[in-house]
């Protein structure tokens, strides 16, 4: 039925006037709106929540250019809008004539293929959308910039409990609302809307320790873990052996991500998916991160062993910068072992 509807829309006539467009629907042989001009301010509350001046931003549905007119008024560097609809592609491209900023795509928001990690606002109004429920989150993770973004949606339900509408979105979802007088209309009838943005930031892109963690040097200094490269690093393979030997390092890249491992207040701070090497139950062994516990022991630079005793993690939007340091030898960070290799 909802791919029946959205093909019929797809080659449909609309009808245009300066309050609304419609289209008959020949599947279900009624009138329905498409876009309706009291949402105007919807619209720029949208736009008001999630785009800043110098913003990358994609709009999609252009409709009636009203969310189109609240995103250029706030200046964005870039303004990209999906539609694919015929007539409404001309009517986007006459209103995006003369508009440095504003590129249009001529298709359905999913094909925009590239574009990875380029927006810092995803605004998202279509109708009658089959793939929306199938692929917005993920083209959402794929799209928004890495360093986060914002994204809004139309909310069918008008509410903030609707967990289909929220596409599942676990937490951190602000609902701000917005009062409203539409004319009697097949979609939304209520006096007030819920507006819902989502904070998107993106998960590490790999593993990690926290930047500014100090890395030993083979002749017996420290180095900012991020400043690694070609310097001789005292590596140790087994900490039941305990011999040290000094390694030429590889590299080290910054990834940035939230989710973060604090051991012992501070002691080191690393992602979930490090591999770190152990004591447990007397013997040495390599875990990830997330399958540490309290009472582990780690192997320190001076011989010793520390246990672990305090494991915090920070599930916050907070985004970190960490390390991701590719060398093929173990390393110590903070005079703590890691895990070294070149997946490490
Ligand atoms: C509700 S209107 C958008 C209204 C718009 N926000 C405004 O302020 O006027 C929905 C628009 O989405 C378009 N649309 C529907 N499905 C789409 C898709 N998969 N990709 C791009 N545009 C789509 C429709 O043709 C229509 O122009």
Same mark, same amino acid.
């Given at each position: 039925?909802?791919t029946a509807i959205?093909?019929?829309?797809?080659?449909?006539?609309?009808t245009f006037t300066? %309050?609304?467009?419609? *289209?008959?629907?020949?599947?279900?042989?009624?009138? #329905?709106? /498409?876009?309706?001009?009291?949402?105007?301010?919807?619209?720029? =509350?949208?736009?008001?929540?999630?785009?800043?001046?110098?913003?990358?931003?994609?709009?999609?549905?252009?409709?009636?250019?009203?969310?189109?007119?609240?995103?250029?008024? #706030?200046?964005?560097?870039?303004?990209?809008?999906?539609? $694919?609809?015929?007539?409404?592609?001309?009517?986007? =491209?006459? &209103?995006?004539?003369?508009?440095?900023?504003?590129?249009?795509?001529?298709?359905? *928001? &999913?094909?925009? $293929?590239?574009?990875?990690? #380029?927006? %810092?606002?995803?605004?998202?109004?279509?109708?009658?959308?089959?793939?929306?429920?199938?692929?917005?989150?993920?083209?959402?993770?794929?799209?928004?910039?890495?360093?986060?973004?914002?994204?809004? *949606? &139309?909310? +069918?339900?008008?509410?903030?409990s609707d967990e289909?509408?929220?596409?599942?979105?676990?937490?951190?979802?602000? $609902?701000?609302?917005?009062?409203?007088?539409?004319?009697?209309?097949?979609?939304?009838?209520?006096? /007030?809307?819920?507006?819902?943005?989502?904070?998107?930031?993106?998960?590490?892109?790999?593993?990690?320790? @926290?930047?500014?963690?100090?890395?030993?040097?083979?002749?017996?200094?420290? !180095?900012?873990?991020?400043?690694?490269?070609?310097?001789?690093?005292?590596?140790?393979?087994?900490?039941?052996?305990?011999? +040290?030997?000094?390694?030429?390092?590889?590299?080290?890249?910054?990834?940035?991500? =939230?989710?973060?491992?604090?051991?012992?207040?501070?002691?080191?701070?690393?992602?979930?998916?490090?591999?770190?090497?152990? !004591?447990?139950?007397?013997? *040495? @062994?390599?875990?990830?991160?997330?399958?540490?516990?309290?009472?582990?022991?780690?192997?320190? !630079?001076?011989?010793?062993?520390?246990?672990?005793?305090?494991? %915090? +993690?920070?599930?916050?939007?907070?985004?970190?910068? +960490?390390? #991701?340091?590719?060398?093929?030898?173990?390393?110590?960070?903070?005079? @703590?072992?890691?895990?070294?290799?070149? %997946?490490?």
């Amino acid at each position: 039925m909802a791919t029946a509807i959205q093909n019929a829309y797809k080659d449909a006539t609309l009808t245009f006037t300066d %309050d609304k467009i419609t *289209w008959h629907c020949p599947v279900t042989n009624d009138t #329905r709106e /498409v876009m309706m001009d009291w949402e105007q301010p919807i619209m720029a =509350k949208m736009a008001e929540l999630t785009v800043s001046e110098g913003d990358h931003v994609l709009e999609c549905g252009f409709g009636m250019g009203i969310l189109s007119d609240a995103i250029q008024a #706030r200046n964005p560097a870039s303004h990209t809008i999906c539609e $694919f609809h015929p007539q409404v592609i001309e009517k986007a =491209k006459t &209103w995006a004539s003369g508009k440095s900023n504003v590129t249009i795509h001529e298709d359905k *928001w &999913w094909s925009l $293929f590239g574009e990875t990690g #380029r927006y %810092d606002a995803i605004l998202m109004d279509t109708y009658a959308d089959d793939d929306l429920h199938a692929k917005f989150r993920q083209f959402c993770v794929a799209k928004i910039a890495k360093g986060g973004g914002k994204i809004s *949606w &139309w909310n +069918f339900s008008g509410g903030d409990s609707d967990e289909y509408m929220k596409f599942y979105w676990e937490d951190g979802i602000e $609902f701000t609302d917005v009062s409203v007088s539409p004319p009697t209309n097949t979609y939304y009838n209520r006096s /007030v809307y819920k507006v819902p943005v989502k904070t998107l930031t993106p998960p590490a892109t790999g593993r990690g320790i @926290i930047s500014d963690a100090n890395i030993t040097m083979w002749h017996g200094g420290i !180095k900012d873990i991020l400043s690694v490269h070609n310097h001789y690093i005292t590596t140790c393979a087994d900490p039941s052996d305990s011999t +040290f030997v000094n390694q030429q390092s590889g590299r080290s890249i910054s990834i940035q991500g =939230k989710g973060i491992y604090n051991i012992n207040n501070g002691l080191l701070k690393v992602t979930g998916n490090h591999p770190m090497i152990i !004591k447990r139950s007397g013997s *040495w @062994i390599e875990k990830n991160m997330n399958e540490l516990v309290v009472g582990d022991k780690l192997f320190k !630079k001076d011989r010793t062993e520390v246990e672990i005793t305090q494991i %915090d +993690f920070d599930s916050s939007e907070t985004v970190y910068t +960490f390390a #991701r340091v590719l060398i093929d030898h173990n390393y110590f960070a903070n005079n @703590i072992l890691m895990k070294g290799g070149s %997946d490490a």
